[in-house]
């Protein structure tokens, strides 16, 4: 064997041994069994009424937010947690950064945290967002050196140009959350806990803040997200917790949960409702939009991806669906998409429509489905609900006053 053959059999990498245990993956967040407890009053009267009167309210009661939740958050990992609102995820998040103590239970964590909860709430509204920046990597301990280093990262990332120079208090809500944002994901943090980071601000802002904690998880940053985005927390997250009514009902490998959550959520004895026109027993019990970056809107130009969901009560011989577009507070008919079934409906199923290209303009639409028993003028409506959908610019398209949106239906 020459020599060149020995060096490259050294260089290989020796099998592994069955026998000898793998090292156990670090934790970063340890939530064991916690509950969070809070009592609710009936009432804001004083002491001083109830001595004065003699009348004496009701007792407090006990509101139980988070109950009895355990997962394990290894370190440069992303979790997710999910669920309707008022499921208990906000008070989980706050408990597992220390703003709250558990009642039951116990959190461990091990690294510097930064919570992104209320953008911007730790600003002073005299300082302009340079001294803001400085401020805060000062309270954070981070030297005065390093902030020099990354305040022309945070003000890119902030975008709000020459604001960044002025006074806080003359900053809109939405460019205190940008620079909130870049202030924190910028402080070096071991982990990063964000509430509804990627729903605050303007689509470009949320897909700055995507890429970001792409690019910190990469670094070996532990994140945990609270959204309501569901493919882009399928796309993002190594593991997903399920929340509902404080309790968890669900963890583990995003598909799995998500798919488990969607099927409660939209054929389940409770619904999730969303849309603006909110009719009881409606058939339709769901329906979303979302563009293939997992965000709730949709781009001119780009495809768009909804998905519905129906429980009928009575079968329908001859099932049509459409699907429209209208500008919002207004009449005007922008497009529709059409199809058969071709067979007789019944029972729970889904529905999912890819537009190809949405060649609408940027604005605020309200996007409608409608399931008829038979076409045309015989046509006898069945269901129908409306959702809003917000358009943003991508490309310039030249559109008419009637657009065909075409599109791939699939009815399961």
Same mark, same amino acid.
């Given at each position: 064997m020459s020599t060149t053959d020995q060096a490259a059999e050294q260089e290989l990498p020796l099998p592994e041994d069955p026998k000898v245990p793998k090292p156990k993956p670090e934790i970063a967040i340890r939530v064991s069994d916690v509950s969070k407890k809070f009592e609710i009053r009936a009432d804001s009267s004083t002491g001083?009424?109830?001595?004065?009167?003699?009348?004496?309210?009701?007792?407090?009661?006990?509101?139980?937010?988070?109950?009895?939740?355990?997962?394990?958050?290894?370190?440069?990992?992303?979790?997710? $947690?999910?669920? *309707?609102?008022?499921?208990?995820?906000?008070?989980?998040? *706050?408990?597992?950064?220390?703003?709250?103590?558990?009642?039951?239970?116990?959190?461990?964590?091990?690294?510097?945290?930064?919570?992104?909860?209320?953008l911007g709430a730790g600003f002073v509204p005299q300082l302009t967002g340079r001294e803001n920046v400085y401020m805060n990597g000062a309270v954070m301990g981070i030297p005065r050196d390093r902030v020099d280093d990354i305040i022309a990262d945070v003000a890119r990332l902030a975008d709000i140009g020459e604001f960044f120079d002025n006074p806080v208090d003359t900053y809109s809500s939405g460019m205190k959350a940008r620079l909130g944002f870049a202030v924190s994901v910028h402080l070096d943090p071991d982990i990063l806990l964000a509430d509804e980071i990627i729903s605050v601000g303007d689509v470009s802002f949320s897909k700055n803040g995507i890429n970001h904690m792409t690019k910190m998880r990469h670094r070996g940053v532990t994140i945990v997200l609270v959204a309501h985005g569901l493919g882009l927390m399928q796309r993002l997250c190594d593991q997903i917790l399920w929340l509902h009514q404080g309790e968890a009902q669900m963890v583990g490998e995003p598909r799995e949960v998500i798919r488990e959550y969607r099927d409660f959520m939209t054929m389940g004895d409770e619904v999730l409702v969303t849309d603006e026109d909110v009719v009881d027993n409606n058939p339709i019990t769901h329906l979303d939009i979302s563009s293939d970056d997992g965000i709730a809107a949709g781009y001119t130009g780009t495809p768009l991806?909804?998905?519905?969901?129906?429980?009928?009560?009575?079968?329908?011989?001859?099932?049509?669906?459409? $699907? *429209?577009?209208?500008?919002?507070?207004?009449?005007?008919?922008?497009?529709?998409?059409?199809v058969e079934a071709n067979q007789r409906l019944e029972g729970r199923g889904t529905i999912d429509i890819r537009i190809p290209i949405l060649a609408i303009p940027p604005g605020q639409y309200a996007i409608e489905l409608e399931i008829t028993d038979g076409a045309g003028s015989d046509a006898r409506s069945v269901a129908s609900r409306r959702s809003r959908v917000p358009i943003h610019p991508l490309e310039e398209v030249q559109l008419n006053d009637f657009i065909e949106l075409g599109g791939d239906w699939r009815i399961n």
């Open positions: 001083l009424r109830s001595a004065l009167t003699g009348f004496h309210r009701a007792k407090p009661k006990d509101f139980w937010a988070v109950k009895g939740v355990s997962v394990d958050v290894e370190r440069g990992s992303m979790l997710g $947690i999910i669920g *309707r609102n008022g499921s208990g995820k906000s008070t989980l998040l *706050r408990t597992m950064c220390g703003i709250y103590s558990p009642t039951e239970g116990q959190v461990e964590v091990r690294g510097r945290i930064t919570a992104l909860l209320e991806n909804v998905h519905a969901a129906y429980d009928l009560v009575e079968p329908i011989e001859d099932a049509h669906f459409a $699907i *429209r577009f209208r500008a919002q507070e207004t009449n005007v008919f922008l497009g529709s998409a059409a």
